[in-house]
């Protein structure tokens, strides 16, 4: 029976949709249908219909109602206004994309997923995610969010990035210097839970420069916070795989953009970003909590006597395009990356060794270093032979060079794995009055080269671990991509798509709990590449006073990955077995003035897996690392600004409940409550002084445990409990 709760939630959130809904109606027979957007990408306004929203991530700006898929873009007012109500960065990509699963407040976003599986995180089209193995740090703690000037998401599998796209791409894009003169801009920030050990503050200052052909950015950021409680007042559980808790971050980045040549058709770029997040050890989670008796996981005062987690990327890359090669735009990308991501410490079963310490006391901490290198060149050419016909083909070579060590005991956890990607592409799509046709392919040949390396000992006690073979293995995949989007009169439009993509699996998760002899990179089958078919139909409406969106899909893997951990040793291990998903999503804005603004957004999915390959796939897949079935969830937001100098806003999550494998299989029996999460904020703008701001996430104080079935007492905890920010922002 659904709650007085749910009910209210419900109405509100078909309420939107169907104001929209309802106000397209009459435009339909009165407004001709758009034009296609012009090459360039710039955006265009029409009587009757919003300015198009065009996005990079197919490599060719395209209008979004172009494009044969799920694609979202979030910036503009809309970004700065989430990230009022909250510091973490991930609570955007939670409000903002339907299919994406609630913020676990953490640095490592293992668990949040999108559609259900892990995506691909770049910056400024730079794959900064470490396929190797990924421990799920790199959504947000990369760069200061001042800097992020719009982010774009491609949902589900994915042929234009190549290697990782099977569980979809967002990319953030850096901001670039466009108006001419100096422009400064200072943000200063302080959270609080109004309790005396917990003030969290942000200090960043970014200067853009821009004159004639010259651009030049520089920014300069710090931030410290404190640990967070939940709603009934613990200390919040401190992850040993990293947490924005008891962390300070400091960060610098620079961009310089120069334009030259005839009509200006040439640019070169170098852009640098450095950040270093450290915790503060001052906080320990050793203790663990107790399910049957209700005490969630918490943590305490006083250090853990491992070292403290932390994020250190560096990312350099310089760029060149002239956009008159043979009539198109040529682009030429090179970049070099490092990321040293260690743990904290912790007791953790998969670590011990009765030849350093007696079983169930040895602290130890995992670190992952990992340095990326590789060159993007693409051409893109408008109006291709004929009229109304974009081709887009390039190279994309990739380096990744990563490895996994035990920081306390200086063990190898993982030997320096070595991947290399050599890969062509094309796309090609061609408009002809309302239909658009997309076709693409792409190839890739890679390498992974791994040395001869000794698991640890709790792998194979009897042996002290066993002796892993390494080797070298090559193969070669190739992906396709077709749709079709016809735009109706009046902002409508409807669109289907086929899609593959393909990723590795978590590669050292399988060779590091490697645990029978004379195994290799040869003989280990779960190493072999994963590809996913992607099938998608949708219908949009986009007027000048608001949008309608529905989205359906079914993905499938023949032999795709799940990430298992053993509850008594914590070994992990990973089985290669089919899997299906299937959702819908649903989206609705409304502006009914210049004062109130309505949203709102739907998603529903279900995920499905075998116990074996070739049994049935009816074995519905629990949350995980890497893949999982998330809850159904609702978001509806109310912006209003009664004055130009006011404007407040307000959104509200619902998640609706889970109760998974229950009946077909008790031991992987995953159950949730349905909660709802409210967040909200006040902006005022002064005329000369900038805009300050009070934000307030879990406006209501919700207490949630995240998991309330299972065994494991370090993963009982619930989440962070009601949190004011105050923010600052002034530009001159």
């Given amino acids: 029976m659904i709650t007085l709760l749910n009910e209210r939630f419900v109405l509100s959130a078909a309420g939107t949709l169907l104001v929209g809904l309802s106000a397209a109606t009459p435009a339909f027979a009165e407004t001709p249908a758009p034009a296609d957007v012009p090459d360039g990408g710039a955006e265009r306004a029409e009587p009757g219909y919003a300015p198009e929203v ?53 640095l490592t976003t293992s668990g949040e997923l999108l559609r259900g599986k892990r995506p691909q995180f770049f910056l400024d089209g730079v794959l900064i995610s470490t396929p190797l193995r990924d421990i799920g740090r790199m959504s947000s703690a990369a760069v200061d969010p001042l800097l992020i000037e719009r982010i774009e998401v491609v949902n589900g599998a994915s042929a234009i990035e190549g290697l ?124 663990p909590g107790n399910r049957a008796k209700g005490i969630v996981q918490s943590a305490q005062r006083g250090p853990n006597p491992g070292p403290a987690f932390a994020n250190h990327i560096r990312e350099s890359t ?47 901490a995992a670190s992952v270093t990992s340095q990326k290198s590789g060159v993007k060149a693409y051409w893109v050419k408008s109006d291709f032979l004929v009229d109304g016909f974009t081709f887009n083909a390039g190279y994309d070579y990739n380096k990744d060079d990563t490895q996994q060590y035990l920081v306390v005991t200086n063990r190898v956890w993982l030997p320096d794995m070595h991947f290399t990607a050599n890969s062509g592409y094309t796309q090609m799509s061609y408009d002809r009055g309302p239909l658009t046709l997309s076709a693409g392919a792409r190839y890739q040949a890679g390498k992974i080269t791994v ?9 194979a006690p009897a042996t002290n671990g066993v002796t892993f073979g390494g080797g070298e293995k090559t193969y070669t995949t190739t992906v396709e991509n077709y749709g079709a989007v016809y735009r109706l009169p009046a902002g409508w439009s409807t669109f289907v ?46 007027g000048s006073h608001g949008s309608v969106g529905a989205d359906i899909y079914y993905a499938r893997s023949p032999a795709s990955t799940l990430v298992v951990t053993d509850p008594n040793t914590l070994l992990q291990s990973v089985s290669r077995n089919p899997q299906e998903r299937r959702g819908l999503e649903l989206t609705g804005e409304w502006k009914f003035n210049h004062e109130w ?8 999915m279900q995920a499905f897996t075998s116990t074996a390959p070739g049994l049935p796939v009816n074995i519905n897949i629990t949350p995980a690392s890497t893949v999982g079935q998330d809850p159904d969830k609702g978001v509806i ?21 889970m109760n998974l494998n229950e009946d077909q299989v008790p031991a992987l029996r995953w159950r949730t409550t349905a909660y709802n999460l409210v967040d909200g904020d006040i902006s005022y703008k002064t005329p000369s002084y900038g805009t300050i701001s009070l934000g307030c996430s879990n406006l209501t104080n919700t207490f949630q445990i ?27």
């Fill in 54 to 106: 065009v996005v990079t991530a197919t490599r060719t700006a395209r209008a979004i109602d172009h494009i044969p898929g799920s694609v979202v873009s979030i910036g503009g007012q809309d970004l700065e206004n989430i990230q009022l109500s909250s510091l973490d960065s991930n609570e955007v990509l939670a409000q903002a994309i339907p299919g994406y699963t609630a913020s676990f407040d953490d």
């Fill in 164 to 287: 990782g796209g099977s569980g979809g791409m967002i990319n953030y894009i850096t901001k670039t210097p466009k108006t001419e003169g100096v422009i400064n801009t200072v943000q200063t920030a302080m959270e609080t839970q109004l309790r005396s050990d917990y003030i969290g503050w942000k200090a960043t200052g970014l200067t853009m420069l821009k004159k004639q052909n010259l651009d030049f950015l520089l920014s300069l950021g710090t931030q410290s916070r404190p640990m967070f409680f939940d709603a009934r007042g613990n200390l919040e559980y401190l992850n040993s795989n990293g947490s924005y808790m008891d962390s300070k971050a400091d960060s610098i980045t620079a961009k310089l953009g120069y334009n030259f040549g005839a009509d200006l058709a040439q640019r070169v770029q170098l852009y640098f970003n450095n950040y270093d997040l450290n915790g503060n050890n001052n906080y320990n989670s050793l203790q």
């Fill in 318 to 364: 310089a760029e060149y395009t002239n956009s008159a090669v043979f009539g198109g735009t040529f682009t030429a990308l090179g970049y070099l990356s490092k990321e040293a991501l260690p743990n904290t410490g912790s007791i953790d079963p998969g670590k011990q060794d009765p030849r350093i310490a007696p079983i169930g006391t040895l602290i130890d």
């Fill in 451 to 459: 040395p001869t390396f000794q698991t640890l000992y709790i792998t």
């Fill in 497 to 542: 798509g086929y899609s593959q993509g393909y990723d590795l699996p978590d590669i050292g998760t399988v060779i590091r709990n490697t645990n029978k002899p004379g195994q290799s990179i040869n003989t280990v089958a779960a190493v072999n590449p994963i590809k996913t078919t992607n099938y998608e139909g949708g219908v949009n409406w986009r």
């Fill in 597 to 604: 603004r309505v949203s709102g957004s739907y998603s529903h």
């Fill in 637 to 657: 937001r109310l912006d209003w600004s009664p004055l130009s100098f006011l404007s407040l806003d307000l959104v509200e999550s619902h998640f609706w409940s």
């Fill in 706 to 732: 995240v998991n309330e079935v299972g065994t494991s007492n370090t993963t009982y905890y619930a989440i962070q409990g009601r949190k004011y920010t105050v923010t600052y922002l002034v530009s001159f």
